[in-house]
């Protein structure tokens, strides 16, 4: 079977930083993706990760381990707007589509 | 960018009618689509592949006499939700990508409401 697990729920400071873990068990691996959904809304593309080591994108950066089927999410400076759920997908070799996480609803408080 | 348009937002209907759903590729053709459905604070789950010109190809457990869908262009699918219940209400969301290694680029959503 396949299966990505994320912590379900995370709070954090204004101004901190935040990290998101995400392991995944999957039949084939292409790369790993991450989304952000703000509640009611759908999901946006953050960031992508297809080999080992981090890639930045402003405030957020993404690593991917393959090795060790693992990857994190890091949110720097974190604002208000940050609060959202932030959801780990992977690509699988073969597939077209993405087999998304359980998904983690960050909460950024003053 | 590559963008996803998807109407209607919102749906209310009534138990037993059948609802539409539109997913369009504005900027881009799109020979696959994807559609989920997502329950309130739950994850995306991957209802069916829609390719253009030929038959969905649906995820286990999803009905494919109840949720229609049809892809008749490079640009167009359609999701139908058939003779609707109250446990179909949910979030149904569209997406598709622009090639291969791209990012999926999803539509806004409808929120669909069966009373």
């Known amino acids: 079977g396949q299966s990505l697990e994320q912590p379900s729920e995370v709070t954090a400071v204004e101004g901190a930083i935040v990290q998101i873990n995400c392991t995944y068990q999957?039949?084939?691996?292409?790369?790993l993706s991450w989304y952000q959904q703000h509640d009611g809304g759908a999901p946006t593309f953050l960031s992508y990760?297809?080999?080992?080591g981090l890639e930045e994108t402003g405030r957020f950066s993404s690593f991917l381990s393959r090795s060790d089927s693992y990857g994190y999410l890091l949110l720097q400076e974190l604002q208000m707007k940050d609060s959202a759920s932030y959801f780990c997908?992977?690509?699988?070799?073969?597939?077209?589509?993405?087999?998304f996480g359980t998904g983690t609803r960050l909460t950024v408080i003053p | 960018g590559a963008v996803v348009s998807q109407h209607p937002s919102r749906v209310i209907c009534k138990s037993g009618t059948s609802v539409k759903i539109e997913c369009r590729s504005l900027?881009?053709?799109?020979?696959?689509m994807f559609w989920y459905r997502q329950f309130p604070k739950q994850s995306l789950m991957l209802m069916a592949t829609?390719?253009?010109?030929?038959?969905?190809?649906?995820e286990q457990g999803v009905e494919k006499d109840k949720f229609l869908i049809n892809h008749a262009s490079l640009t167009l699918s359609t999701l139908t939700v058939t003779s609707a219940h109250p446990e179909d209400s949910s979030f149904y969301i569209c997406?598709?990508?622009?090639?291969?290694?791209?990012?999926?680029?999803f539509g806004n959503g409808t929120r669909l409401t069966v009373t």
């Open positions: 999957t039949s084939g691996f292409y790369g």
């Open positions: 997908a992977v690509d699988q070799t073969g597939a077209n589509n993405l087999f």
């Open positions: 997406s598709a990508r622009a090639g291969d290694t791209s990012p999926l680029h």
């Open positions: 900027d881009f053709q799109a020979t696959t």
């Open positions: 829609s390719n253009e010109g030929s038959k969905a190809t649906y």
């Open positions: 990760n297809g080999l080992d």
